[in-house]
C-alpha cells in the first residue's frame, strides 16, 4: 500500500465502525427489465438495466500482475469466434473468449470476466475494444484484453466514457487510448506492448507504443495500476485536443524515454486541474531517469512520487 494512503486507512477505520452502528442501510435493489434476452446464439446475457455509474474503484493494495488482473483464475469462458458488435443498451458481456474485437455502440454496457484476443490484422487503426461513438457508462472489469495477432494497427481499448479495472492488456500499441475523457482506469496490469520498427506509420520508422496515450478530453483517472513495458512512454498525455482535469496516483509506473510524456497540443494550450502523486518510478526501457517530461506552462501538482529502488523523489524535467 502506498504511504500516503496507509495512515488515512488507518485514521478512518474506527469512525466507520461508530458510524455504521448509527445508520440503517437500505437494501439495495437492481433494476432489471423482466425479459432476459439471449443474443448472438452465445447465451450472452442482454439486460436493459437501470444500474447507477460505479463509484471510482479504491487503488490496490498489491502491486497488479498476473495473479490480480484479468480473467479470474478457474473462470470457464464460452468461445465467440469473430468480432461482437454491440448496438443494445444494457449488454452484458460475461465469461467469454473472444477471437476479434468488441464494437460498443450502445449506452450502459459491461464487460466482464473475459478474454478479449482481437482479430487478423488490418490496413487501418483499430482497437481490441472500441468506444467511438460517444456511447456512455461502459464497464470493463477483470478482463483480459491480449492480442492473438498484433499488429502496428492494433490498440487494446481505444475510446472515452470508460471505467475500467483489474484488467490485464499486453500484446498491443497503445494498451489504452484515451479519444474523449471521462475514463477511470483503476487496479490494471499495462505490459508488453508490441513494438514494431520498421513501423511505416511513423516518421522515424518506430512504433510510438505507450501504455496509455491521452488525445485529448477530461476527468481521466489513472489510479492504483502497474504499468510498464512500453517503448514511448508509459503515459503519454496531450497529443491531440485540450486536456483536463487529470489525475494519477498511487500508481507503479516504469518504461519509454520518459516515462509520464505531458505535452499542451498544437496550440500549446495549458493542462488545467492536473495532479501527478504518490507514484513509484522505475527507469526508462533506454536506460533514462526521465520520470516526468512536463510543460512549465501548465500548473501540474505534483507530491509523493518517488523512484523504486531507493524511496527518493522522483522531480521532473520541465520544458
Known amino acids: 500500500?502506498?504511504?500516503?494512503?496507509?495512515?488515512?486507512?488507518?485514521?478512518?477505520?474506527?469512525?466507520?465502525?461508530?458510524?455504521?452502528?448509527?445508520?440503517?442501510?437500505?437494501?439495495?435493489?437492481?433494476?432489471?427489465?423482466?425479459?432476459?434476452?439471449?443474443?448472438?446464439?452465445?447465451?450472452?446475457?442482454?439486460?436493459?438495466?437501470?444500474?447507477?455509474?460505479?463509484?471510482?474503484?479504491?487503488?490496490?493494495?498489491?502491486?497488479?500482475?498476473?495473479?490480480?488482473?484479468?480473467?479470474?483464475?478457474?473462470?470457464?469462458?464460452?468461445?465467440?469466434?469473430?468480432?461482437?458488435?454491440?448496438?443494445?443498451?444494457?449488454?452484458?458481456?460475461?465469461?467469454?473468449?473472444?477471437?476479434?474485437?468488441?464494437?460498443?455502440?450502445?449506452?450502459?454496457?459491461?464487460?466482464?470476466?473475459?478474454?478479449?484476443?482481437?482479430?487478423?490484422?488490418?490496413?487501418?487503426?483499430?482497437?481490441?475494444?472500441?468506444?467511438?461513438?460517444?456511447?456512455?457508462n461502459i464497464k470493463i472489469e477483470d478482463s483480459t484484453i491480449r492480442a492473438d495477432h498484433p499488429s502496428y494497427w492494433q490498440d487494446g481499448i481505444s475510446g472515452g466514457n470508460i471505467t475500467a479495472t483489474r484488467l490485464n492488456i499486453s500484446k498491443v500499441v497503445d494498451s489504452v487510448k484515451v479519444i474523449g475523457g471521462n475514463v477511470s482506469l483503476t487496479n490494471s496490469w499495462l505490459h508488453d506492448n508490441a513494438h514494431f520498427s520498421p513501423d511505416p506509420n511513423q516518421s522515424d520508422n518506430q512504433t510510438h507504443d505507450d501504455g496509455i496515450q491521452v488525445t485529448g478530453g477530461r476527468n481521466i483517472t489513472i489510479t492504483g495500476n502497474s504499468i510498464d513495458g512500453a517503448h514511448n512512454a508509459a503515459l503519454m498525455i496531450g497529443q491531440g485536443n485540450t486536456v483536463g482535469n487529470v489525475k494519477i496516483s498511487n500508481n507503479w509506473l516504469g518504461g519509454g524515454g520518459c516515462t509520464i510524456n505531458v505535452t499542451q497540443n498544437g496550440l500549446g494550450t495549458p493542462i488545467h486541474g492536473m495532479a501527478i502523486s504518490n507514484n513509484e518510478f522505475a527507469h526508462g526501457n533506454h536506460g533514462t531517469a526521465c520520470p516526468m517530461r512536463l510543460p512549465s506552462a501548465s500548473p501540474i501538482g505534483l507530491s509523493g512520487n518517488v523512484w523504486a529502488a531507493n524511496g527518493r523523489t522522483a522531480a521532473p524535467q520541465r520544458f
Open 1 to 136: 500500500m502506498h504511504r500516503s494512503n496507509k495512515n488515512n486507512l488507518l485514521k478512518s477505520a474506527g469512525q466507520l465502525k461508530t458510524n455504521l452502528r448509527k445508520i440503517r442501510l437500505p437494501r439495495s435493489k437492481s433494476l432489471y427489465s423482466a425479459s432476459l434476452v439471449a443474443t448472438l446464439a452465445l447465451g450472452l446475457t442482454v439486460a436493459a438495466a437501470g444500474q447507477s455509474s460505479a463509484g471510482t474503484q479504491a487503488a490496490a493494495s498489491a502491486k497488479p500482475g498476473a495473479t490480480n488482473t484479468g480473467v479470474p483464475a478457474g473462470t470457464a469462458l464460452k468461445v465467440h469466434k469473430g468480432d461482437l458488435n454491440i448496438t443494445k443498451a444494457g449488454t452484458v458481456i460475461d465469461g467469454l473468449d473472444v477471437k476479434g474485437s468488441v464494437y460498443i455502440r450502445a449506452n450502459n454496457v459491461t464487460i466482464k470476466k473475459s478474454l478479449i484476443r482481437g482479430g487478423k490484422p488490418s490496413k487501418t487503426q483499430q482497437a481490441i475494444v472500441v468506444s467511438w461513438w460517444g456511447n456512455t
